[in-house]
């Protein structure tokens, strides 16, 4: 078991794309780090420079205190799930997961002992004379994990094990891994595209977009207070709403009604003219079903809902609205960044599953202002987040202990100086 | 083979495609054993069976007359087809490995060079071959033949043996790195397992190319020392000068075929046997 230090990790590739950008992450010794994003982010490239079967083009890694950049793959002494399990198809499911004891030359009796010690954890104990041809795809699975826990590795690797099965498996499996994990204690760097993987699994959430970190933090902490757009858009199911809205001194003018936003949520507004607010579908509620204790930290608003979905526990309604054009054109290029198409502008609201609101007709919608988030349009940068930060009154951001803001735009951490009247330009 | 599935008519069809296949197929080689047991008068009745079933004619190319030309022969043909089939093999499966693993300049270029050369006419090359071979003394003995069969047999297994080597997921290897292994442990216990398949394909292609030689057999050799059995069959002589071997070399094709049946029904389960199946997900 050992920490895991990355530091300015790079990855440029022989044509020139450059896939990993100036990475810095310590894992502690038996954390769970998960490392997300939409595809072609760089996560796996990372989590294979990290095993070591991909060259590390700048900067440095550590595995314990060692430095293990020049290693072969063999001396890092990691084991790797992979996506596709990669499984010896001529061994039987014992010699599979006896494969890493074999190479190191570990004596029969501790090799039986130890592969029957895994078997019994992942309960392969009938499968161990089965070739992996004759498995299913979650016992395939199992083996897969069988052989990575096998040996005392310093870490495990995962490389988004949990695609290539069913939803149903899935979920089993994600339990049974963060059981595992949390019994093994091992230092754990897990990779995944899925956020309900990323979301239950992880003691901490690495989110990357084209090579670069976003944030390190906490679920929690990722959930409610997301750095940028990005973040804010790709955490969450449904997503974050976003809404335009032009300031008009403390005033925020929105296709939904004029708005304040209390104290504890506002930022710094000053020679901004458009906002982008973010609100997850639960800050919404019916109005009628909101009770008076709360009612006034938020605003009510009449909207059109045009389609219901009744889920049994809560509803989601469906609220189309008219958006600036260039305020549309930047949300549809987020979400073509995380691997989803923006057919329309619209708010996704989470009622109460008791709510009677009918399809098509105006409605009273509350929402709770407490929850909202102010965003940069241009830099993505949630205004609100920084504020807090500044105040002092938010969780600051484990991990990236440099307190490095990734937005892409340049000059965020000096907006007060930002010209003003940069309205977004028709794009 | 599920066969349960097929109705009944469609079952009776593929019955009667397969008899009239195998027929087809087997018919001269039925015709060649029937020959194999006949007297020497019985050759020219064109009856499909012999009159009279005698085994004159095996006595005479494994005891008679014939013996000394048919055994020594035998025995060049199954060392010197071993030996080129081993060597081709082993060197095939080098190259066809790099070829598919490694990305290095003049890949391409090998490729095609065997091709090149599989293309080339055998004939063409034999006669300055004779010429070179008696001056480097290399006329009449095995390595003489071991080489110019390696010409034959070296680029089917190259390209045979690298695109079997492509189907193996490359992830295989990989896992077996990180579990451990060096390179050349990830090449013996998990790539050599999965090409065996793949390597005794191309085996036994390569014993059969060299097995069947006649054109390098027949030029390259002079005397027992290195005459494979094909190049033999026609030395043989009939009783006197006016009859034809026809017996005995009837009797000598069938004992030439009992190794090459033999070696397919050896090596039908490996080949048969899935190749990579249950490596990854599927």
């Known amino acids: 078991m050992a920490a895991i230090t990355l530091k300015d990790i790079n990855k440029r590739y022989g044509d020139g794309f450059h896939a990993v950008k100036d990475v810095n992450l310590d894992i502690a010794d038996g954390e769970f780090v998960i490392l997300v994003g939409p595809s072609g982010c760089g996560k796996s490239t990372l989590l294979r420079m990290i095993v070591g079967l991909e060259d590390i083009t700048s900067g440095e890694l550590r595995i314990g205190d060692q430095r293990v950049n020049e290693k072969a793959p063999r001396d890092r002494n990691l084991s790797m799930v992979f996506q596709n399990y990669a499984l010896y198809p001529h061994l039987t499911v014992y010699e599979n997961i006896a494969f890493p004891l074999r190479l190191s030359k570990t004596p029969d009796k501790e090799v039986d002992e130890r592969v029957r010690r895994a078997a019994d954890l992942l309960e392969l104990n009938e499968h161990l004379d089965r070739k992996p041809a004759n498995l299913s795809g979650g016992q395939r699975q199992r083996v897969a994990m069988g052989r990575a826990i096998v ?77 940028n757009l990005f973040v804010a858009g790709f955490i969450g199911s449904p997503p974050m709403n976003f809404i335009s809205a032009t300031v008009s001194g403390d005033r925020l003018h929105t296709p939904f009604g004029e708005w304040t936003l209390p104290a504890s949520r506002s930022a710094d507004l000053r020679g901004r003219e458009v906002v982008l607010l973010g609100a997850r579908p639960e800050a919404f509620e019916d109005a009628s079903v909101v009770s008076d204790t709360v009612r006034d930290h938020g605003v009510v608003f009449d909207a059109t809902i045009d389609v219901i979905e009744w889920l049994g526990n809560e509803q989601y309604a469906y609220v189309p609205y008219e958006a600036p054009e260039d305020i549309r054109a930047q949300l549809a290029e987020l979400e073509r960044e995380l691997d989803s198409e923006a057919l329309r502008t619209q708010l996704v609201v989470a009622l109460d599953a008791s709510s009677r609101i009918p399809e098509g007709t105006p409605a009273s919608l509350w929402l709770d202002l407490r929850r909202v ?42 907006r007060t100086t930002t010209e003003p009247g940069e309205a977004p330009a028709a794009s | 083979m599920d066969e349960g599935q097929l109705s009944r008519g469609t079952k009776a069809w593929w019955w009667v495609a397969g008899v ?26 064109g009856n499909f069976l012999p009159t009279n079933w005698v085994w004159d004619n095996y006595d005479n190319i494994l005891a008679g007359d014939a013996q000394e030309l048919f055994l020594s022969a035998l025995r060049n043909s199954v060392g010197i087809s071993l030996i080129a089939t081993f060597i081709s093999v082993v060197l095939a499966t080098f190259c066809a490995y790099a070829i598919a693993r490694l990305d290095f300049p003049g890949k391409r270029l090998i490729l095609t060079t065997a091709l090149a050369v599989a293309i080339f006419p055998v004939i063409s090359i034999v006669t300055p071959l004779f010429n070179l071979w008696r001056n480097i003394g290399l006329y009449d003995t095995w390595p003489g033949l071991i080489i110019p069969y390696l010409s034959l047999t070296l680029p089917i297994s190259i390209w ?123």
């Open chain 2, 20 to 45: 009239v296949v195998i027929v087809y197929a087997l018919f001269p080689v039925a015709w060649i054993v029937s020959l194999s047991f006949k007297t020497p008068s019985d050759l020219a009745t």
């Open chain 2, 160 to 282: 045979t043996l690298s695109a079997f080597f492509r189907q193996i997921p490359w992830e295989l290897e990989q896992a077996a790195q990180v579990d451990g292994a060096t390179t050349w442990q990830a090449f013996r216990k998990v790539i050599v397992p999965l090409a065996t398949p793949g390597v005794f394909t191309t085996a036994i292609i390569s014993f059969f190319i060299a097995w069947n030689d006649f054109v390098y057999g027949i030029s390259l050799t002079s005397t027992e020392a290195a005459r494979p059995v094909p190049a033999a069959l026609a030395f043989f002589t009939g009783a006197s000068q006016f009859e034809e071997p026809t017996g005995a070399i009837a009797a000598a094709a069938v004992v030439v075929t009992i190794p090459v049946v033999i070696l397919v029904l050896l090596f039908q389960r490996r080949i048969v046997s899935g190749l990579t199946q249950g490596a990854v997900k599927g």
């Open chain 1, 151 to 227: 040996r005392e590795a310093q870490a495990f690797l995962f490389d988004e094990p949990l695609s290539n099965l069913d939803a149903k498996l899935r979920g089993q499996m994600r339990t049974e891994i963060s059981r595992l994990q949390k019994r093994l204690g091992i230092t754990t760097v897990y990779v995944t595209h899925d956020q309900v993987e990323a979301m239950t699994l992880g003691d901490r959430v690495v989110v990357l977009r084209r090579g670069v970190v976003q944030q390190v933090a906490t679920p929690r902490e990722l959930y409610e207070n997301p750095v």
């Open chain 1, 373 to 414: 988030h102010v965003f940069d349009p241009e830099t993505g940068e949630n205004l609100t987040v920084s504020a807090l930060a500044e105040r002092g009154e938010a969780e600051p951001n484990q991990g990236a202990g440099d307190g490095r803001r990734p937005a892409p735009g340049p000059g965020t951490t000096d």
